[in-house]
């Protein structure tokens, strides 16, 4: 039976991220993709001034009621960017009303990068993410995210393995769950993700070749072919692998282009491949 995704974020209507990621890239591996937006912008918040912001914190229960009348099956919740501190506790009674026994949660707990918070985000937004996380199955924190949910202090980017180690060991016992920490890099040559797997304590690495730009999204180009991965049966260790050379693809490929790095990463042009990734075809 075809596969469901509940993803719940924000639409940036320009700027590639969020769901004008998840809904291209979870399609194209054959996986049905509702959504519940969280708010709409005229384009993301990073790298851009004057956009506009409609929150749609007061229209997202009675969606999800809606579709409890219709007794919607979901096989995955992807959560991402959240339009309000409020929506923190909205989403954690939606996963509640959705989840069945074999639902897969995956909460990308989007606050900050690079050392610091978005635009709009406070230190209570990381208190509360901390209970989001608590209901997921799978937790995809960049280095910033990470040391947010610790209550740390971020320590940069590049970083020992046996950092990395501790750092999701840790994140793994306070949110009960499994742990790619994405944005390490552990030569400066190197970027992918790092993963703790919650049932068996395996840690394992998901490089790729680093290419020396920022692009806007790319963790949503992660977080969702790493979804569209899982869902096809890979590993936690594969799908980020999978997921870390399809992000750099797509950077690779809007580099090329001439695109601008606020326009986000140029992933189309490398579903293709992600198709085959996913399926083992390659
Ligand atoms: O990709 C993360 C993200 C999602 N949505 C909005 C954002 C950002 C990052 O800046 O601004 C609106």
Same mark, same amino acid.
């Not at 591996?29 to 851009?48: M, N, R």
């Not at 009675?62 to 959240?82: C, F, M, N, Q």
């Not at 944005?183 to 490089?207: H, M, N, Q």
């Given at each position: ?19 004008? #990621? @998840? ?16 708010? $709409? ?6 790298? =851009? ?15 999800? !009621? ?5 007794? +919607?099956?979901? *096989? ?6 959240? &339009? ?9 009674? $939606?996963?509640?009303? =959705? ?15 690079? &050392? ?5 985000? &406070?230190? !209570? ?17 960049? +280095? ?5 949910? +610790? ?5 940069? !980017? ?22 790619? /920490?994405?944005? /390490?890099?552990?030569?400066? !040559? ?5 993963? %703790? ?22 963790? *949503?180009? %992660?977080?969702?072919?790493?979804? @569209?991965? #899982? ?20 950077? +690779?490929?809007?580099?090329? *282009? ?25």
């Amino acid at each position: 039976m075809q596969k469901r995704v509940l993803a719940i974020h924000d639409i940036s209507c320009v700027g590639r991220c969020s769901l004008t #990621v @998840a809904l291209p890239v979870l399609s194209a591996v054959g996986v049905e993709t509702s959504i519940l937006p969280t708010a $709409i912008l005229s384009t993301h918040t990073g790298g =851009f001034t004057g956009y506009t912001f409609r929150d749609l914190t007061q229209d997202m229960m009675p969606i999800a !009621e809606h579709w409890k009348s219709l007794d +919607l099956r979901v *096989d995955a919740i992807y959560t991402g960017y959240l &339009g309000s501190f409020q929506q923190i506790e909205i989403v954690k009674k $939606i996963i509640d009303m =959705f989840r069945r026994e074999d639902t897969l949660v995956l909460v990308d707990p989007v606050m900050g990068d690079n &050392g610091s918070m978005y635009a709009g985000f &406070g230190p !209570e937004f990381a208190k509360g993410m901390v209970g989001l996380c608590q209901k997921a199955d799978i937790i995809i924190p960049n +280095l910033t995210e990470a040391a947010l949910l +610790l209550d740390e202090e971020y320590a940069g !980017e590049e970083r020992s393995k046996a950092e990395v180690e501790d750092m999701m060991g840790r994140l793994s016992k306070l949110c009960g769950c499994s742990v790619a /920490v994405t944005g /390490v890099s552990t030569s400066g !040559e190197d970027l992918g993700a790092g993963t %703790f797997d919650r049932e068996t304590g395996k840690v394992a690495y998901s490089l790729t070749g680093r290419v020396h730009e920022y692009y806007h999204g790319t963790g *949503d180009v %992660f977080g969702s072919s790493f979804l @569209a991965a #899982v869902l096809n049966g890979k590993s936690l260790e594969q799908s980020a692998q999978i997921a870390a050379d399809f992000t750099r693809q797509g950077i +690779l490929n809007a580099i090329e *282009d001439g695109q601008e790095p606020r326009y986000g990463a140029d992933f189309e042009r490398s579903i293709p491949w992600l198709i085959k990734a996913v399926k083992g075809q390659l």
